[in-house]
């Protein structure tokens, strides 16, 4: 069977989307988001340093939720659960994935961009899913129309949001949370602005809690 998302997972209404390869910048940007109330923190598999930089935030920053994403390879959910990870996502899902992500009992958010890889992975068990590239797919609109087709499966849109999108895709009944990268501007890290991320995690929440 599969394993569920944890409420924690499905009640963060928005997850920032994480792209770090030293952990000595990644423990202070993931306080600043839990500082500002995003406590669940994707960080994605896409530079040498982000195994280091999950393991760090999961072990140093109190009250995080780490989970990994841009998981495409099986053996990733070892690495994962090695990490301290509490869950996994991918961009998109293949059978070797869905049989790794049950074996490993990692939660697991698998991506879909249809209605019949959405089909798919619930073939699979999965009734959490990430619409990915979200804004390409049709946004808030394709999600609408897949309401009343997948009345079991709830999203979590990601690609291209931004702050502007939030309202109207969180107020959609088959979303549980977003996420994306526009919460940590590459160039707000790379000055180390913390209290500026602070302060964008903070409107984002506000924006959540404000429906
Ligand atoms: C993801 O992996 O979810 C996306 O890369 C986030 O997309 P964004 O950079 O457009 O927010």
Wanted: charge should be neutral; proline fraction near 9%.
């Amino acid at each position: 069977t599969v394993p569920r998302l944890e409420p924690s997972l499905t009640g963060a209404r928005i997850v920032p989307v994480l792209v770090l390869d030293n952990p000595a910048e990644a423990v202070p940007l993931a306080e600043a988001l839990v500082a500002g109330g995003l406590t669940t923190l994707e960080i994605t598999l896409r530079t040498p340093g982000a195994l280091a930089c999950a393991e760090a935030i999961a072990a140093k920053v109190p009250g995080a939720l780490v989970g990994l994403g841009t998981l495409i390879r099986p053996e990733q959910f070892a690495q994962a659960r090695d990490v301290g990870a509490r869950f996994v996502v991918s961009p998109g899902l293949t059978d070797r994935l869905a049989e790794a992500a049950k074996a490993a009992g990692l939660p697991y958010l698998p991506g879909i961009a249809t209605v019949t890889e959405a089909l798919i992975a619930y073939e699979h068990g999965f009734r959490e899913l990430k619409f990915f590239p979200a804004m390409l797919n049709g946004g808030a609109p394709a999600l609408k129309g897949m309401a009343p087709l997948l009345p079991e499966i709830r999203f979590c849109p990601t690609g291209g949001i931004k702050a502007e999108n939030v309202r109207e895709i969180l107020s959609l009944p088959n979303v549980f949370a977003l996420g994306g990268t526009w919460l940590t501007p590459a160039d707000a890290v790379k000055e180390r602005r913390w209290a500026d991320i602070e302060r964008l995690a903070r409107e984002a929440s506000t924006l959540a809690t404000q429906g």
